[in-house]
């Protein structure tokens, strides 16, 4: 089992910044290879926003490339998405998953973009 703790979520002007943070523990973080960000806005089906591999292979959506960047340290477990540019349309409920195809969801963040 691999449990997922999100953090970093808010509320942030346009073209603001937030960066979202997830830890990862349990019996099989050690066999983690996927992790990532996804999210879901209101009255829309849920969404990659981006992975990374753990050899640092990062796979975006076109609709936040150039604007979010996503990292990851192993040896702690983590995964952060530094989100700059935000647009109301980023306003969503952003999940940290493990795996591809997804294994494992954390609970959720809200990040809200308005002004």
């Known amino acids: 089992q691999v449990q997922l703790v999100e953090s970093g979520g808010g509320l942030v002007q346009p073209g603001g910044s937030l960066r979202l943070s997830c830890a990862a523990s349990g019996r099989r973080v050690f066999s983690i290879n996927v992790m990532g960000w996804y999210r879901q806005a209101p009255g829309k089906e849920r969404e990659l926003v981006a992975d990374i591999t753990n050899s640092g292979n990062t796979n975006y959506a076109d609709s936040v490339k150039g604007r979010f960047t996503i990292s990851r340290d192993n040896a702690k477990n983590t995964v952060a998405l530094q989100m700059n540019s935000l647009k109301p349309e980023d306003t969503a409920v952003y999940y940290c998953?493990?795996?591809?195809?997804?294994?494992?969801w954390g609970q959720g963040t809200q990040v809200t973009v308005s002004s």
């Open positions: 998953v493990v795996g591809r195809p997804i294994e494992y």
